[in-house]
């Protein structure tokens, strides 16, 4: 059974929660690189790719699909979200064709209906009205981003006025500055800097979470020399997920006759991973949703990256067009084994449902939570969503 907004599909209040018990157990990951070699034709003149590793979904991209794809799985539709999900076309699709609403104004989602907010964080003054929609609200912000909104305020409290280093309309950037709308100043450059007024009282400095080293340096750098008295954090707001592909990128990219990095042009972390192979020296670089975009003259040493929201299937798939003769090297250059658990209360939604889905079967109640959230990779949850479009069986795959 699944829940609705304020009534669910029979149209009674407040029915019991409960879902199949059909909890998965098992660590769920796509297929191996290795499986992926010589598929195809396409570009015969690619002789090598060398995939960087980490790449693509990170610890909070993982936590807000798996998040959004539990609430598919626990209400009716629709299931609104705030804003995209992740800045990927593909994986907002996916969720569309399962009744997934996106809505950039809270004012869209009607009375009652669950919400979503997005893994960017939002603005306190959205947090609230979703809250007055009176449906269940999810707050998937990435635990890293919640941190810059707390340094925000508690800077802003005590009198500071903040020299934030951000994208002018990325969501994230506008959310952060909604926390202390009177105290902070968005800026991109060091130009952007000296054109700032006299700042009075103390002055901070934070950022984007998904900057660039590159682009935060340099501002800071023009920050500290007009404001040298100013405060910084402990440790930069740079997420390591971006630090770590920005990495693994260094590491092949001076290697590669060219370079083809996966995500969407609105995403901030995927354009820095092309502009900084492009700085590194890489002959080609081509940015690419998906691999019809690829070029057709490709040849020598490809290299391959994806940005923090482009799925794995994708990468496979270019992977295969690709089709290197000497096969892919992957190129490690640290693990990352981060996890972000889903937000509070969706944790709690869903032991519940699982605690009413034991008792309704006979099995064993004693509060636990039968989710194992932890060992289910999102893109397999993306692919089996695709594979429930295709069959329309919502609890296949343990979904
Ligand atoms: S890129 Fe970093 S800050 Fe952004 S969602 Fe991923 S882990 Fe969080």
């Given at each position: ?86 800045h ?79 994208h ?42 998904t900057?660039s080293?590159?682009e ?45 990095v996966?995500g969407s042009a609105n995403s901030s972390n995927t354009k820095a991973l092309a502009s900084l ?10 940015r ?19 940005g ?92």
């Amino acid at each position: 059974m699944l829940l609705g907004g304020s009534e669910n599909r029979s149209g009674r209040e407040g029915a019991t929660p409960t879902r199949n018990g059909n909890s998965p157990g098992a660590i769920l990951h796509p297929a191996p690189v290795a499986t992926l070699v010589g598929v195809n034709e396409t570009a015969p003149g690619v002789d090598k790719v060398l995939l960087a590793a980490p790449r693509g979904f990170c610890a909070g991209v993982e936590m807000a699909i798996k998040a959004l794809a539990w609430m598919v799985r626990a209400f009716e539709p629709p299931v609104y979200c705030y804003h995209e999900i992740v800045h990927n076309q593909i994986v907002v699709q996916r969720f569309e064709n399962l009744g997934v609403v996106f809505v950039d104004d809270i004012d869209e989602v009607p009375e009652g209906m669950p919400i979503m907010l997005s893994a960017h964080g939002s603005a306190p003054d959205v947090v609230a009205a979703a809250r007055r929609r009176g449906g269940y609200v999810v707050d998937a912000v990435c635990p890293l981003v919640t941190k810059v909104h707390h340094e925000v305020k508690t800077r802003a409290d005590k009198g500071y006025q903040i020299v934030y280093v951000g994208h002018e309309g990325h969501e994230e950037a506008v959310g952060t500055m909604a926390v202390a709308p009177g105290a902070i100043h968005r800026v991109e450059s060091p130009g952007e800097v000296e054109q700032l007024p006299d700042l009075d009282g103390p002055v901070a400095v934070l950022a984007q979470t998904t900057l660039s080293h590159r682009e935060w340096s340099g501002v800071l750098d023009a920050t500290r020399a007009r404001f040298p008295e100013i405060w910084e954090p402990g440790r930069s707001d740079l997420c390591f997920a971006t630090t770590n592909r920005q990495s693994a990128l260094m590491e092949i990219a001076p290697r590669c006759d060219a370079m083809v990095v996966i995500g969407s042009a609105n995403s901030s972390n995927t354009k820095a991973l092309a502009s900084l192979a492009d700085e590194a020296g890489c002959p080609r670089v081509f940015r690419v949703n998906s691999p019809d975009e690829l070029p057709d003259d490709l040849s020598g040493t490809v290299g391959v990256t994806a940005g923090a929201s482009a799925p794995e299937d994708l990468v496979h798939e270019v992977i295969r067009c690709l089709s290197p003769r000497n096969g892919v090297d992957e190129i490690h250059v640290t693990n990352e084994d981060e996890y972000f658990p889903p937000p509070r209360n969706l944790r709690e939604l869903l032991g519940a449902v699982d605690a009413a889905a034991s008792v309704a079967f006979g099995g064993p109640h004693d509060g636990r939570v039968a989710l194992d959230d932890r060992n289910i990779d999102a893109s397999y949850v993306l692919e089996s969503l695709a594979m429930t479009e295709a069959d329309d069986t919502p609890d296949r795959h343990g979904l």
